[in-house]
């Protein structure tokens, strides 16, 4: 079992900055991946950024150059970091990660992009 909690989300204005932060807990050895996925009201799900264990990343289109993903592997923190934020980025933030083939899901956090 893998416990997420995510942390930062908050209300900013348009062109501001947040930092999103999710610290893993429990049987943390098998985890590979990590990631953000964010869903707004009456949209699916979608993946903002993911990050390998050895620090590979990739960013959904709409995030590129704006977001940037780390992961602090001895900490079991994956980190976002969100800069030139739009309103369009308003959603609520998930934490993900794999672990032994089984999906995990932090409780997610808000985050308002005011225009």
């Known amino acids: 079992q893998v416990q997420l909690v995510e942390s930062g989300g908050g209300l900013v204005q348009d062109g501001g900055s947040l930092r999103l932060s999710c610290v893993a807990s429990g049987v943390t050895s098998s985890i590979s991946h990590m990631g953000w996925y964010r869903q707004a009201p009456g949209h699916q799900r979608e993946l903002v950024a993911s990050?390998?264990?050895?620090?590979?990343?990739n960013y959904a289109d709409s995030v590129k150059g704006r977001f940037a993903i780390s992961r602090d592997n001895a900490k079991n923190t994956v980190y976002l970091q969100m800069n030139s934020l739009k309103p369009e980025d308003t959603a609520v933030y998930y934490c993900?990660?794999?672990?032994?083939?089984?999906?995990?899901w932090g409780p997610g956090t808000q985050v308002t992009v005011s225009s």
């Open positions: 990050i390998s264990r050895s620090g590979s990343s």
């Open positions: 993900n990660t794999v672990s032994n083939f089984v999906w995990y």
